[in-house]
């Protein structure tokens, strides 16, 4: 597998530059920055939230924590996360835990933190849909992409 199919048309509608990198196998976001070579900070990940109001997809770097109870606070919702049966449904292109974190591309409602420097990145590591590509943008077309996604105060650095 590569890119995932929705992500690479979300992509290319889009106009975003971007190139995919391939690296070994791995099962976390944080093992996907180390085997591609490419700092923490810099690797978006996804993390699939819902409540009664719907799904969200909250985004911040591989080496943050997403602070469940201070989003929650902020956004004036009861977020859980999403059980894992759930992602194929949400995802059906994309391998189990390997969620692109462009909410948009799939329909979904995304929140992101600006604090945690992403946007101010000079490039930015997408997962790309499975566990051994990622998707190299500019840091640029990343806040683009992020326009319309809420804003609030939730990652904690690990």
Known sequence: MTIARTLQDY??????QYRPIRHPHSE????????????GDAVAKGVVLRDKDGVLLVVV?????????????????????????????????????????????????????????????TDVYLEAG????????????FHALMADAQQARFGQHV
């Open 61 to 121: 770097p591989s080496d943050y924590h997403v602070e469940l109870d201070r989003l929650n606070r902020q956004l004036e919702r009861q977020l859980a996360l999403v059980p894992e049966g759930t992602l194929k449904e949400l995802f059906p292109d994309c391998e189990l835990g390997a969620v692109p974190p462009l909410g948009a591309a799939y329909g979904l409602d995304t929140a992101w933190d600006p604090d945690t420097g992403l946007g101010d990145r």
């Open 28 to 39: 976390s976001s944080m093992q996907t920055a180390e085997t591609a070579h490419v700092a």
């Open 130 to 141: 499975d566990h051994e590509t990622l998707v190299q943008i500019s840091g640029t077309q």
């Open 11 to 16: 992509l290319d509608q889009r106009g975003v």
